[in-house]
C-alpha cells in the first residue's frame, strides 16, 4: 500500500540514517523535479499508480493515488520534503503511470507491483515465504491427505494457511492416527501387494490392499473434511458414541481403536493454544514499534482452529507511523494469498474502507478488518500484541549480539569497517557427480535466506593457470604451514600454487578447485552486469570460503581476473583431525592463524560454515533424490504428467510399461495408436 509523500519508507539494503541525513546535490534535485514536471503535463485527474525509476531503470517508489496529478505534484514541492525525499526526487529519471478506473484497481495494483519490483523507498516485507497447506485430494477413488506448498491448483480441498512447517505436519499426523487416510502416492498405491508400515502402526487403514471398504473409506473421508470445516466438536461426539457403543457390545477391540482416534484428535487441539468462540476464519494482525522498527504478529485461524501463528518485521523508514506501516503490510501480505472473511487488527489502517473493499474485490467475498474494543476479540488481538512486543524485543537484542560479533569479525581479520554482508561458499558432490556450489549469506540481521544461492556446476569452463605469486600467498609460510598437502590434492612436491592450479587444465569430476572457480566466476560476472555501481546492497563485505589455502588462491584469482580488489577474503579450513575449534584461517599476505578456542567470533564463524555446509549438502541430496527416483517414462517424447500417471495406473510400474506389447498400451485410457507406437518404440528399439 503507498504512504503518503511525505512517509516514503527507507532504503532496506543500506542503514536508514544515510537516507535521513545525505542531501543531494542542487543539481540533482533540479534535475529530478524537472522530470516530474514534465510528466505532471500529461497526468489526467483520475485515479492510478506511479513509480518513480532511477537511471538504471530500477524502480525507486510505487505509489497510487485518487488523483494522479495532485498527487505527484507534492514532490516538486522542495520545501516540504524532507531529505530523503529529496533524495529520492533526485535519483528520479524517469516516471512510468498507469490509469485505472477506481482507487480499489489502483490500490491492488500498487500491492502487486510492490512485490514483484521490492523499490527501496516503500515499506517491504521481505520475509514472504509461502505456507503450507492441508490438501485433501479427490482425483482418486481413494482420497489421500498430504502436506501442500504452492499454488492451489488441481482437484481436491485445500485447508490451512498453517503458520509453520511444523504445524502442519504435527496436524497431518494426528489426523492420519485420527481418520486413518493415505499418506502414499497414487503409484505406490498401484502397485502395493500388502500393507505398508503406516498400517502396522495404526495411521492408515490400508485402502491399498483391500483392509477397508470403499463405503467406509469415504465416511472417514468425510469426517477428516468434517474436523477440518470446523465441526470438531460434532466428529468428537460421534467417535464418543461409536466408542460408547462398541464398548456396551463387548467389543473392545473396536472401542479401543476408536478411543485412539479421540484422543489424536485431542492432540490435534491442544497444540492449538487459544480458542475463542465465535471466530471461524479470521487473521488476527497486532504490532508493536519501537526504536523506529515494527514487528507485526499475525495469528492464523480456519474452522475455528487455531492454526499458529508468525511474526514479521517490514523494513520502512524508521519515522514512519504504525498504521502506515500495517497498511503497507496487509496490502503486500494478501497479494498472493486469500484473505479471511475476517481480519482483527490492533490498530485502525489508513484508507481502511478502501483497504476493506480492495480485498473483498481480490477474494471474490465480503472482508471485514475489525478493531475490538472489548470482549474475547480483544484479549485475542491484545495476546498477539504481546506477542509482536515480545518477537520485537528478541530481534533487536539478537541485532545487538549480531553487531557485536560483526565488529569482532573486524577485529579478528583486521577489516576497515564491520562487514554488512557475509558470503560463505562451499560444495557438495559424491565423486564428482551431483556437484553443487553453495552460497549463504550473513549480515546484522542474521541469515539472510532469501539471498542463498545454489550453483549447479557445469564443469566445462577450463581453469586458467594461476601467478606464481597470486595476491602474495607466498607469503603464506610454506607448506609445513598450509596444514598439510591434503588442501592441495596429495601434491608430493609444490613449487607454489602455481604449479597446483597447472596440474588442472580443464574441470574433472571431484575438482573441489575448478568448482570454486566456476561458482565465483558466476557470482561475480552477475554482480558485474547486474549491480556495477555497487549501490543495490547486494556485493560482499567480506568472502568466507570453506577450504583452505589452495582454495584461497582460486578464488583470488577469478577476483583478480574480474577486476575485484576491494573484497576481503578467508578460509576457514578445519583443524588437526578436524577438530572444531582448531581451524585455521588463510588471508592473502598474512601467514595462517587460529582463534582462541573460547572466542564467541570463532563460534560464529563455525555456525557460518556449518550453514553453508547444510546449505550444500540439502541442494546436493535433493538433486540426487531427484536424479534417482526420475522415472524412465520421463524420457519418452510426449509423455506428460496425466499419461505418465495413466500407465503406472494401467500397469503398475515403469518396468511393466517397458515390458508391454503395443495392443496393451493402446487399452490405457489417453494412449492413442500414435502415442503407443512411440512408446513402445521407445523401450524396444536396437539403439
Not at 470482549?375 to 549480531?402: F, I, T
Not at 557460518?608 to 541430496?621: N, P
Request: proline share 5%; net charge neutral.
Amino acid at each position: 500500500m503507498s504512504n503518503d509523500p511525505a512517509d516514503i519508507a527507507g532504503s532496506p539494503d543500506k542503514p536508514i540514517i544515510s537516507l535521513e541525513d545525505a542531501v543531494p546535490a542542487q543539481g540533482a534535485i533540479a534535475s529530478g523535479v524537472a522530470v516530474i514536471k514534465n510528466v505532471l503535463k500529461t497526468l489526467p485527474p483520475s485515479p492510478g499508480v506511479y513509480r518513480m525509476v532511477n537511471a538504471a531503470g530500477d524502480a525507486l517508489y510505487v505509489g497510487k493515488a485518487r488523483h494522479l496529478r495532485n498527487r505527484v505534484a507534492n514532490y516538486t514541492h522542495l520545501d516540504t520534503l524532507s531529505n530523503r525525499l529529496r533524495r529520492m526526487v533526485a535519483e528520479t529519471a524517469t516516471m512510468e503511470v498507469v490509469v485505472t478506473h477506481t482507487e480499489v484497481e489502483a490500490l491492488l495494483l500498487e500491492s502487486n507491483l510492490i512485490k514483484r519490483l521490492m523499490p527501496r523507498y516503500n515499506v517491504l516485507l521481505r520475509d514472504d515465504k509461502s505456507f503450507p497447506f492441508i490438501h485433501l485430494t479427490s482425483d482418486h477413488a481413494y482420497p489421500q491427505l498430504t502436506k501442500h506448498r504452492g499454488a492451489r491448483t488441481g482437484g481436491g480441498e485445500f485447508f490451512g494457511p498453517f503458520a509453520s512447517a511444523g504445524a502442519v505436519n504435527r496436524t497431518i499426523t494426528a489426523l492420519h492416527r485420527a481418520f486413518l487416510l493415505r499418506s502414499c502416492s497414487d503409484n505406490v498405491f498401484a502397485i502395493r501387494t500388502r500393507p505398508c508400515l503406516q498400517y502396522q502402526i495404526k495411521r492408515c487403514s490400508a485402502p491399498c490392499v483391500g483392509r477397508i471398504e470403499a463405503e467406509e473409506y469415504a465416511r472417514l473421508v468425510e469426517e477428516a473434511r468434517a474436523f477440518l470445516t470446523g465441526r470438531s466438536n460434532e466428529i468428537n461426539q460421534r467417535l464418543v458414541a461409536r466408542m460408547t457403543e462398541a464398548a456396551e457390545a463387548l467389543d473392545y477391540e473396536t472401542a479401543a481403536m476408536v478411543r485412539n482416534r479421540i484422543r489424536a484428535l485431542a492432540q490435534v487441539q491442544a497444540h492449538q493454544d487459544i480458542n475463542i468462540d465465535g471466530i471461524l476464519d479470521a487473521d488476527v494482525i497486532a504490532a508493536h514499534q519501537e526504536g523506529g522498527h515494527t514487528a507485526i504478529q499475525v495469528f492464523f485461524f480456519r474452522g475455528g482452529q487455531n492454526w499458529g501463528n508468525r511474526a514479521y518485521f517490514p523494513s520502512h523508514d524508521r519515522k514512519l507511523g504504525i498504521e502506515e506501516v500495517m497498511t503497507a503490510f496487509v496490502g503486500q501480505f494478501y497479494d498472493n494469498k486469500p484473505p479471511p472473511r475476517l481480519l482483527l487488527t490492533s490498530h485502525d489502517l489508513a484508507e481502511q474502507a478502501l483497504v476493506s473493499e480492495a480485498l473483498s474485490v481480490a477474494a471474490g467475498h465480503r472482508v471485514q478488518i475489525l478493531r475490538p474494543q472489548r470482549g474475547d476479540k480483544c484479549k485475542l488481538v491484545e495476546h498477539a500484541q504481546l506477542n509482536a512486543r515480545e518477537a520485537l524485543g528478541r530481534r533487536l537484542s539478537e541485532s545487538a549480539s549480531q553487531q557485536r560479533l560483526l565488529e569482532g569479525v573486524a577485529t579478528a581479520f583486521g577489516l576497515s569497517a564491520p562487514p554488512v554482508r557475509i558470503e560463505v561458499y562451499d560444495n557438495s558432490h559424491i565423486q564428482g557427480s551431483f556437484a553443487i556450489g553453495a552460497m549463504i549469506v550473513a549480515g546484522p540481521e542474521g541469515m539472510i535466506k532469501n539471498a542463498y544461492r545454489k550453483f549447479n556446476m557445469r564443469g566445462t569452463a577450463p581453469i586458467e593457470r594461476l601467478p606464481a605469486e597470486p595476491d602474495g600467498l607466498s607469503e603464506l609460510g610454506g607448506l609445513s604451514e598450509l596444514g598439510g598437502l591434503s588442501e592441495l590434492g596429495g601434491l608430493s612436491e609444490l613449487g607454489g600454487l602455481a604449479d597446483a592450479a597447472a596440474s588442472f587444465e580443464y574441470l574433472t569430476p571431484g575438482d573441489d578447485y575448478g568448482m570454486m572457480r566456476e561458482m565465483l566466476q558466476r557470482r561475480f560476472l552477475r554482480a558485474l552486469k547486474e549491480d556495477p555501481d555497487r549501490d543495490k546492497g547486494n556485493w560482499p563485505d567480506l568472502i568466507l570460503i570453506d577450504g583452505g589455502a589452495g582454495q584461497l588462491g582460486v578464488a583470488c584469482q577469478v577476483l583478480a581476473d574480474l577486476g575485484v580488489e576491494d573484497v576481503d577474503m578467508v578460509a576457514i579450513a578445519k583443524g588437526p583431525d578436524r577438530n572444531a575449534g582448531r581451524e585455521r584461517f588463510f588471508m592473502p599476505k598474512k601467514p595462517p592463524f587460529s582463534l582462541d578456542p573460547k572466542d564467541p567470533v570463532l563460534y560464529f564463524l563455525q555456525r557460518l560454515r556449518d550453514e553453508a555446509h547444510r546449505f550444500a549438502i540439502g541442494t546436493h541430496r535433493a538433486k540426487r533424490q531427484k536424479a534417482i527416483s526420475a522415472s524412465p517414462l520421463d524420457e519418452v517424447p510426449g509423455i506428460g504428467a496425466a499419461r505418465k500417471k495413466a500407465l503406472l495406473h494401467h500397469f503398475g510400474s515403469a518396468r511393466g510399461v517397458a515390458r508391454a506389447g503395443l495392443q496393451d498400451l493402446e487399452q490405457v485410457a489417453g494412449i492413442n495408436r500414435t502415442v503407443a507406437q512411440r512408446i513402445y518404440d521407445h523401450f524396444h528399439s536396437d539403439g
